[in-house]
């Protein structure tokens, strides 16, 4: 077991560097200049090269990426372009947030999503397997912004029961765990939810139906094994895949939920990340994009780790 834990978290060195290469070059491939977020288009010459020598933009790119990265290390991702303040700082309440936000959305998510695939996997071919299987498509076909703004209509416009916008009262930035402040996460949380509910779900249906078919279950039915015993055998089986699955969403439920923080405003890296592409804030892109890539790489580290020790199979193999 040590040695598979030394050898994954080896593959995740590699994996970092490549990460950090890429953020640092994607958005500095972007056209236009950096500093047009806080200098004038008719500012002096002077003044723009000596804020270009101030945030390092006037050294080669190799230069600039090494000392990112060094500044990365020891915590400093610099310093936005638009409010003058460290990027760290800027970050820490939105990625508090967006992995509140997640957390939430996963537990409807993949809860919803297991108990439909699970029910679907066991009546095969009935109306509730037909039933789950349009509710898993309907959530993967729904855009993410318009399902939002539709419960935006349904339950703030015309019902008057649950907040639009925000995550507190009075326009407030930070999570206080009020009443007020859950009935703020309940709509961005049910429509983050819908797609990984969906793909959770068939997945689910499709390892079910498959374990079922094998012969240890039939051979476990015909020494007369109780229903639960089977079952746990078939949870035990299935566990991996779906483990590997619910990890990826999770991930990407905490980078990709820019557009469902945009509709709701809530105060996350996705909504800072879409103000900062706005404003052209290279040090904030780069910031976030790294913070949000370096969580789905450690992500993906921990579903490893938890599948081995699910299943002892992944690990001798």
């Not at 834990?5 to 994996?15: A, G």
């Not at 907040?163 to 507190?168: D, E, L, N, S, T």
């Not at 990709?256 to 945009?262: F, M, N, Y």
């Amino acid at each position: 077991m040590l040695t598979f834990l030394i050898r994954r978290i080896l593959y995740v060195v590699p994996i970092a560097i490549g990460v950090t290469f890429f953020v640092f070059s994607l958005v500095h491939l972007a056209p236009g200049d950096p500093l047009s977020a806080v200098v004038a288009g008719d500012a002096p010459r002077e003044v723009v090269d000596m804020l270009r020598a101030a945030y390092g933009f006037d050294q080669p790119m190799i230069v600039q990426y090494l000392r990112w990265v060094a500044r990365a290390l020891s915590g400093d991702l610099g310093r936005s372009l638009a409010t003058g303040r460290p990027v760290a700082a800027e970050m820490f309440a939105a990625i508090g947030n967006s992995v509140l936000l997640a957390f939430l959305a996963a537990a409807i998510g993949f809860t919803l999503g297991a108990i439909l695939g699970g029910i679907a996997g066991y009546a095969q071919s009935s109306w509730l397997d037909k039933l789950a299987s349009l509710i898993a498509i309907l959530g993967v076909s729904v855009p993410h912004y318009w399902l939002g703004m539709v419960l935006v209509i349904l339950f703030s416009v015309n019902m008057n029961a649950l907040p639009a916008i925000g995550i507190g009262p009075a326009g407030s930035a930070f999570w206080l765990w009020t009443r007020t402040d859950w009935s703020h996460a309940i709509l961005p949380a049910v429509t983050l939810s819908v797609i990984p509910m969906g793909i959770v779900t068939r997945t689910v249906r499709a390892t079910v139906a498959e374990t079922l078919a094998m012969e240890f279950v039939q051979a476990l039915k015909a020494k007369g094994l109780p229903g639960h015993a089977v079952l746990l055998h078939v949870v035990r089986n299935v566990a991996p895949v779906c483990l590997a699955v619910m990890g990826l969403q999770f991930g990407y439920l905490l980078g990709g939920s820019i557009l469902v923080e945009t509709v709701f405003s809530w105060p996350g890296t996705g909504f800072l990340l879409n103000d900062a592409i706005f404003r052209r804030d290279i040090p904030m892109l780069q910031g976030v994009i790294l913070v949000l890539a370096m969580f789905f790489v450690l992500l993906n580290l921990l579903v490893d780790i938890v599948q081995t020790l699910v299943d002892p199979r992944i690990r001798r193999g």
